[in-house]
């Protein structure tokens, strides 16, 4: 214990890790449930928001989450949605109130955006949720839509479908899509009676249907001036169907003492402060504010959930990046033991064996969540002098890490094991190594997302695979007992992590395909050694460069949602870093030896790492 908080306090000396870049800013369009204030300066004061006032709604929670704003486009934001908003007509729904009547239509709100932006930055998150005033226009029997609310649902549906096509075509990549709620199983859903409920389940099912059915490949053309077609436009899904009636079904387990009935009473949530609230406290105990509008604690859950989507890849990404530490562990245990060895220089066999543990931190923003851990590790080796100049050897590795994902969003358990086979070469002063590894992964997965009160868990398992090639070489300058000289090597790793599914409640649980890592790690330094007679303490120090890009997605899809791929950046690592090796070898007799050594990287952005290893050799 003593020695890893030593060990730790010299590594938080030698780090500095930067936080993960998230998106570069948010843009929202949509309706009164992603409107943030649109209407708030017509409006009594603390009152403006589709929700229990003055409290946020998801939009603003998710903002805030990310670093950025949901302040509404009428106050020079960037959130352009406005309650009463239909998809591409006008008026807005109600439309007997003067401002949802004339509330921007979807279709005009990304024209606006794009015409003031005349592009949409790639970097952005954007959220495009509507569909809701549409089917209430569809099943009021005073409009004209409602003698086909099929047609015209599926109609709306298509259209918004185009304009996220509009966004991809303008550049956006990272574009999240809501379905509609069922509103059937709402307050409001509940006040028609469970035949007309049951219809607007169905039609809005129909709309959610249509709208991601036509992203992932309808190949419709719905905008003829632009020639935009709608044929696998990829999108962030969000299946607010389906969580609300989670919810729902178990209002308690969220938090929430009343799921059926307005918090507001017969008072509009545009207008509905404290006052108006059927109990005190009423915007965190019920699940809606009026007929349909989520309370406080409402969009608190939907905006955990969006969060939780938009942080899993990231988080499932590290599952490829922690071999490559367990790996470089294993590379520089045969580093030293050939370094010691050719002190020795049995005419023999050797076998030693090596234990280690230490750190592992891999920072984390609000939408990439890192991870931290202690690896542990075990080597068993035995190698062969074949001549006076060449060495071969073998090596089984085993190595565990118990990693905890940032901001309690669960963790990873990975098991390793590896054979590696190895060749070093000593004439005069100069040196040279090669190493081949191949091992086979293990991990247990625990994703947890924060909804609300709850902290519903996904589990999930899965296997891999770690090939690497090493080669290093340098030269030995002899000075008296000093040893010291350049080294360069070059170690090429690929690291494949299988897909899977997790096992949670529906809404929540997603499916993650393979991934894989891939590294080309060039290295240059220096290292120096002392003859102490029973002690050899040896330094190293090197410069390294992984020269692959490590810039690449990790896909994945809602388990409730078919046909709805997505791909989120993984995990990226700093390039460019320094290593420093402290250690001290033993000779307790002409045949037994051992070491310490203590391994550090340096000023590696986003990555803290460190470890100390044990080993024991004996010659025959």
Not at 147 to 164: C, D, K, R, W
Not at 324 to 339: K, P
Not at 428 to 451: E, F, P, Q, S
Not at 461 to 490: N, R
Request: glycine share 12%; charged share 15%.
């Amino acid at each position: 214990m003593l020695a890893r908080t030593l060990l730790g306090s010299v590594a938080a000396t030698l780090f500095s890790v930067a936080a993960a870049a998230d998106f570069s800013g948010t843009v929202f369009f949509g309706d009164s449930l992603s409107d943030a204030g649109s209407f708030a300066p017509l409006l009594p004061p603390g009152s403006g928001r589709f929700t229990t006032n003055p409290g946020p709604v998801w939009t603003e929670n998710l903002a805030a989450e990310l670093g950025a704003n949901a302040t509404p486009a009428t106050a020079g934001g960037s959130n352009f949605a406005q309650g009463g908003a239909r998809v591409a007509l006008q008026p807005g729904v109600p439309d007997t109130n003067p401002l949802t009547a004339a509330a921007v239509p979807v279709r005009d709100q990304v024209s606006a955006f794009l015409a003031g932006a005349g592009s949409a930055d790639p970097d952005a998150l954007y959220s495009v949720w509507a569909g809701a005033n549409d089917l209430f226009r569809a099943i009021d029997p005073t409009k004209p839509e409602s003698a086909n609310p099929l047609a015209y649902l599926v109609a709306s549906a298509t259209q918004l479908a185009g304009e996220i096509a509009r966004l991809k075509a303008a550049g956006a990549r990272y574009i999240l899509v809501a379905t509609l709620p069922d509103i059937g199983a709402t307050p409001f859903g509940a006040s028609v009676g469970p035949a007309n409920a049951t219809s607007i389940t169905a039609l809005a099912g129909a709309f959610n249907q249509t709208l991601f059915g036509t992203l992932a490949g309808g190949g419709f053309t719905v905008i003829p001036a632009l020639q935009i077609s709608v044929q696998g436009i990829e999108v962030i899904p969000l299946d607010i169907f389906t969580l609300l009636q989670e919810v729902g079904a178990d209002p308690a387990a969220y938090g929430f003492a009343n799921a059926s009935a307005p918090a507001c009473g017969a008072t509009a949530s545009l207008v509905c402060t404290a006052a108006h609230f059927v109990v005190p406290g009423a915007e965190q105990s019920f699940l809606f504010a009026d007929g349909v509008h989520p309370t406080t604690a409402g969009h608190r859950v939907i905006s955990d959930y969006a969060l939780g989507v938009l942080s899993a890849p990231h988080a499932i990404s590290l599952l490829a990046e922690s071999p490559l530490h367990s790996r470089a562990a294993l590379f520089a245990t045969i580093q030293d033991q050939t370094l010691l060895g050719a002190r020795a220089r049995h005419a023999g066999a050797k076998v030693w064996a090596r234990a280690g543990g230490g750190q592992l931190r891999f920072s984390s923003g609000a939408a990439s969540p890192g991870a931290s851990g202690d690896p542990y590790d075990f080597a068993l080796g035995v190698d062969w002098r074949v001549s006076s100049n060449v060495v071969v050897g073998a090596a089984l590795g085993l190595a565990t890490l118990d990693a905890d994902f940032s901001h309690n969003r669960g963790g990873y358990e990975q098991d390793e094991q590896t054979l590696a086979l190895y060749a070093g070469y000593r004439n005069g002063g100069a040196h040279a190594m090669l190493v081949g590894a191949a091992g086979d992964l293990d991990y247990d997965i625990k994703r947890v997302v924060t909804l609300g009160s709850q902290r519903r868990a996904m589990n999930g398992s899965t296997s891999g695979s770690s090939v690497s090639l090493g080669v290093l070489a340098g030269y030995d300058f002899a000075v008296g007992a000093l040893m010291h000289g350049p080294i360069a090597s070059l170690h090429l790793q690929r690291v494949r992590v299988d897909g899977f599914a997790e096992r949670g409640l529906a809404s929540t649980a997603m499916i993650f395909r393979s991934q894989e890592r891939e590294s080309q790690l060039g290295s240059v330094g220096y290292q120096a050694a002392y003859d102490l007679g029973r002690y050899l303490p040896y330094a190293r120090v090197t410069l390294d460069h992984d020269f692959e890009d490590a810039d690449r997605d990790v896909r994945a899809r809602l388990a409730s949602l078919p046909a709805n791929s997505f791909g989120l950046p993984a995990f990226e690592a700093g390039r460019t870093y320094g290593t420093a090796t402290l250690g001290v070898g033993a000779r307790f007799s002409p045949a037994l030896a051992g070491n310490v050594a203590l391994t550090a990287r340096l000023d590696q952005d986003d990555v803290r790492a460190y470890a100390l290893h044990v080993g024991l050799s004996v010659g025959f």
